[in-house]
């Protein structure tokens, strides 16, 4: 089973820039999502394995980029112009390889945490 684990959270002004990281132990098409304590959870973006396709939520189109590193196995978001309301905590998980089907469990997730 492919194991994932999200790090690089953290506090950040409105208009602020993070970089969140997801580690796989192996390589695989991967999604990411957040949730808040009132929004149920909700995709953000995906990247297939070769990283030849992207998807993004229509929210973050323009502000968000998802990247990887395959040999290192780790998948990127950068998180640039972040506002209040993206304020959530971050999940990434396995996706099939068209990007349009979660396959994997949840981690942990990383908390983002953006103040105006």
């Known amino acids: 089973q492919v194991q994932l684990v999200e790090s690089g959270g953290g506090s950040v002004q409105a208009g602020g820039s993070l970089r969140l990281s997801c580690e796989a132990s192996?390589?695989?098409?991967v999604g990411w999502y957040r949730q808040t304590a009132v929004k149920e959870r909700e995709f953000v973006s995906a990247?297939?394995?070769?990283?030849?396709?992207?998807r993004y939520v229509e929210s973050v189109k323009g502000r968000f980029t998802i990247s990887r590193d395959n040999v290192k196995n780790t998948v990127y978001l950068q998180m640039d112009k972040l506002k209040p309301e993206d304020t959530a905590v971050y999940y990434c998980s396995r996706m099939s390889n068209a990007i349009n089907l979660r396959l994997g469990s949840w981690g942990q997730g990383t908390q983002v945490t953006v103040s105006s």
């Open positions: 192996e390589r695989t098409s």
């Open positions: 990247i297939n394995s070769h990283g030849g396709s992207t």
